[in-house]
């Protein structure tokens, strides 16, 4: 008993695992709430992107010494920027503009990473160091997430109403175009206050997998919610001791848990119910 | 307090009408049955009267606020939402953004349910309701909007009969009630029961009493292709039977 104990408090004895825990329930509870948005509105394709085509932002921000929040706000800037002005020309559709922006972002990224005088720690910007995380990044952080979830909160009803009729919601008093960029500017921020602990191709896994968890285990958005934020928690909690016990990557262990909990309950809902392809409720 | 008035009225999307020669009006207390063939401009009248059209010609004046209750078919069913979410969503139109609907909004959405007949299904997902059921939920979210002028969109559609005649019912609950009620419907029938018919194909075929529905009047609505009009007892045409190709054009939902 006390050896378990012992297993299971050992890693938060050390400051760097304190600031890693910490950073994971913020970043969990708004990438879980914000995530059922992310898949009512079906915009885990645009998160995908934006997380993505900052990623030369995130580079530019290393070699300069900026802050990485600072890099990628401008990256995600840009490749918003970059696929509205091409998705506006003539002959190209909404995805075919997504997926050349977000390449040739990704892949100057990579150009300006792989220099040979640029400094190493490239793999922290693909896949975030959520082990490094000082207490001012932590604030940061929480300057960033509450705003957003303050917004969630105040919205509510009204991302609800949107989602579910669209076409209807001008007629009960709710414009959908604002809240659809309200939508995309939140994942937006979230993905921006995230890319520190998951890194630019991994932060979409916390936007996408509890919410996706919570789905199969919900029929209600406030229980969604929570539901979502308590499985995005667990998985970085459990993504901290996978990493720390077995010496992995922090944010790979962190993506690791979240989508191997998504398989774990849809293969449990699929078996409950008795079905061999599982059903989205 | 005339609550709709309309004088030559075109409605229609990038200068085109799609919606001619609209004159009628709309009182407090009256139903008015809405017939014409899909692509008529039924969807089109309806979002001229919720103010997302602006008139190409001629004038619309709607005195009261509109609230509607769309097609259940449009709405997803998938989605994470309890028939009382579905209710309270009718309070928005009377909130500041900011605001989030409180304890009063919930009570009030709680008693349209119960008008409804679907007090004790508050908390079941919307989804998992009957089409009748959830057509009837969102004229608990109208009530709730506490408009002067409900528009139903073929609310009968895909109804089982119970559920038909409890909507029925209420549709003349809401008119007894003072407000205006415009039912767009296939039922030519159940149009006969209301108090004025407006028939339209692309522009305004006939507007008045149910008198009005006349063979040659119902042949010009759905374009001369009724093949099968059984004899009612009065020697009336008694169904108007759709032709099956008419397809609903792209434009009427956004």
């Known amino acids: 008993m006390s050896e378990a104990w012992n297993w299971l408090s050992e890693p938060w004895g050390q400051a760097f695992m304190q600031h890693a825990f910490t950073e994971v329930v913020l970043i969990g509870v708004l990438g879980g709430w914000l995530g059922c948005w992310v898949l009512l509105y079906g915009v885990s394709y645009s998160a995908e992107s934006l997380s993505h085509g900052m990623f030369p932002g995130l580079v530019g921000a290393s070699l300069l010494g900026l802050p990485l929040i600072a890099g990628g706000a401008v990256g995600a800037g840009a490749a918003a920027a970059g696929i509205a002005g091409l998705g506006s020309a003539r002959g190209i559709d909404r995805d075919t503009s997504v997926g050349v922006v977000v390449t040739s972002l990704f892949g100057l990224g990579a150009l300006l990473a792989l220099a040979p005088d640029s400094p190493p720690g490239i793999q922290e910007l693909l896949f975030g160091d959520v082990l490094a995380v000082s207490k001012r990044d932590l604030l940061v952080t929480a300057l960033i997430a509450i705003p957003l979830l303050a917004v969630l909160w105040t919205l509510h009803e009204r991302l609800l109403a949107v989602g579910f009729d669209r076409a209807g919601a001008r007629a009960i008093g709710v414009s959908p175009r604002p809240v659809e960029l309200i939508v995309l500017l939140l994942v937006a921020a979230a993905v921006v206050v995230s890319v520190q602990a998951l890194g630019s191709l991994l932060v979409v896994a916390v936007l996408v997998a509890p919410a996706a968890c919570a789905r199969l285990l919900t029929h209600r958005l406030g229980s969604m919610a929570v539901v979502s934020s308590v499985f995005a928690i667990a998985g970085g909690i459990g993504g901290l001791y996978l990493s720390y016990y077995a010496g992995t990557a922090g944010g790979a262990s962190i993506a690791l848990c979240l989508v191997g909990a998504y398989l774990a309950v849809l293969a449990a809902d699929a078996a409950l119910r008795g079905r061999a392809i599982p059903l989205i409720r | 307090m005339t609550l709709v008035t309309a004088r030559d009225l075109a409605v229609g999307y990038g200068g085109?009408?799609?919606?001619?020669?609209?004159?009628?009006?709309?009182?407090?207390?009256?139903?008015?049955?809405?017939?014409?063939?899909?692509?008529?401009?039924?969807?089109?009248?309806?979002?001229?009267?919720?103010?997302?059209?602006?008139?190409?010609?001629?004038?619309?004046?709607?005195?009261?606020?509109?609230?509607?209750?769309?097609?259940?078919?449009?709405s997803r069913l998938d989605y994470p939402v309890t028939a009382l979410d579905v209710a309270l969503m009718g309070s928005l139109s009377r909130l500041p953004w900011w605001r989030r609907p409180g304890r009063g909004e919930r009570r009030s959405a709680l008693e349209a349910l119960a008008a409804v007949n679907l007090a004790d299904l508050a908390a079941t997902p919307f989804g998992e309701l009957s089409g009748g059921q959830r057509q009837r939920v969102l004229v608990a979210r109208a009530l709730v909007q506490d408009a002067g002028l409900v528009l139903l969109d073929e609310p009968f559609t895909g109804v089982d009969a119970a559920s038909a005649e409890v909507l029925a019912a209420l549709i003349d609950r809401l008119a007894a009630g003072g407000r205006g009620v415009l039912v767009a419907t296939h039922d030519v029938d159940q149009a006969r029961g209301f108090d004025r018919v407006l028939c339209l194909n692309g522009r305004q075929v006939a507007f008045g009493g149910p008198e009005v529905l006349t063979r040659s009047v119902l042949e010009e609505t759905y374009g001369g292709a009724i093949v099968a009009v059984p004899e009612g007892a009065d020697g009336q045409p008694a169904r108007g039977i759709l032709p099956a190709h008419h397809h609903e054009h792209g434009h009427d939902h956004e």
């Open chain 2, 16 to 74: 085109r009408p799609v919606l001619e020669g609209l004159t009628f009006s709309v009182e407090p207390g009256e139903r008015v049955g809405v017939l014409g063939p899909n692509g008529g401009g039924k969807s089109t009248l309806v979002r001229a009267l919720l103010g997302e059209l602006t008139p190409l010609a001629g004038r619309l004046e709607v005195a009261v606020r509109c609230s509607v209750v769309p097609q259940t078919e449009r």
